[in-house]
């Protein structure tokens, strides 16, 4: 009679966990069964119910232990920082450093559906955000960046994270290793934090003056140009 693969396992949780993400390397986040993840960790089939209900509950967990790496790489990146301009760089250069360290963690995250029925993983992903929300009201307490909603500033940080990351994952980008990565989001950073300083003119709001309105405007300005001296 065939032995039944073993129930038990010194970290079943972890295994499972472990044996998810090398499935999600290939086939997707979502592509996969639970009975695989129980083959790829040498378990027997029943064995992840122990922890788990289904394979979304295991996909939270993974996400969450996703989120906590990185968040712990984002606080680690920060600590070097001596005022909050250069913690917020460095909070993005965390966050990359995060991608090509777990970018399995990474794709979980952020390419599989977000899962607001799991209230550990939501937990986890706000606290991540909270990061760099903080850090971005540091940077308007102190005039660095101009006032505003810094939850919506955070996410236009966070997008260009996650589209760095993403190219940077994908092997999409024209660099020779991790460190160009790097310089690249710091340089793109730099350029973002600058367009958001309170000395940047802000564009004039297109409800303030009717086309037609502003259009008066422009002609007053032309008829009032002087004109240039005849040529002797």
């Known amino acids: 009679m065939k032995?039944?693969?073993?129930?038990?396992?010194?970290?079943?949780?972890?295994?499972?966990?472990d044996a998810a993400l090398q499935l999600v390397r290939t086939p997707g986040p979502e592509e996969f069964t639970l009975r695989e993840v129980a083959r790829r960790a040498g378990v027997s089939h029943n064995a992840p119910y122990r922890h788990f209900r289904d394979k979304a509950d295991l996909m939270a967990a993974v996400a969450t232990e996703g989120y906590n790496h990185l968040s712990e790489s984002m606080a680690k990146a920060m600590k070097s920082g001596k005022n909050a301009y250069e913690k917020l760089d460095l909070s993005t250069e965390g966050f990359i450093r995060f991608a090509l360290r777990y970018p399995d963690h990474f794709k979980v995250i952020f390419d599989a559906p977000r899962r607001y029925e799991y209230?550990?993983?939501?937990?986890?992903?706000?606290?991540t955000f909270g990061i760099l929300i903080k850090v971005i009201?540091?940077?308007?307490?102190?005039?660095?960046?101009?006032?505003?909603?810094?939850?919506?500033?955070?996410?236009?940080?966070?997008?260009?994270?996650?589209?760095?990351?993403k190219l940077a994952t994908t092997d999409r980008l024209p660099f020779k290793d991790d460190a160009?990565?790097?310089?690249?989001?710091?340089?793109v950073g730099a350029a973002l934090t600058r367009?958001?300083?309170?000395?940047?003119?802000?564009?004039?709001?297109?409800?303030?003056?009717?086309?037609?309105?502003?259009?008066?405007?422009?002609?007053?300005?032309?008829?009032?140009?002087?004109?240039?001296?005849?040529?002797?």
């Open 3 to 17: 032995s039944k693969q073993p129930y038990h396992h010194g970290n079943l949780k972890q295994a499972l966990l």
């Open 119 to 127: 209230p550990e993983t939501h937990e986890a992903g706000e606290r």
């Open 137 to 165: 009201e540091q940077c308007q307490a102190e005039g660095i960046i101009r006032p505003g909603n810094s939850r919506m500033l955070a996410l236009v940080y966070l997008g260009m994270a996650i589209g760095i990351a």
């Open 180 to 187: 160009e990565v790097i310089d690249f989001d710091r340089s």
């Open 195 to 232: 367009g958001y300083s309170p000395e940047m003119p802000r564009k004039p709001s297109r409800t303030a003056t009717s086309g037609k309105q502003a259009g008066k405007k422009v002609g007053a300005k032309k008829r009032a140009r002087p004109q240039k001296p005849p040529k002797p």
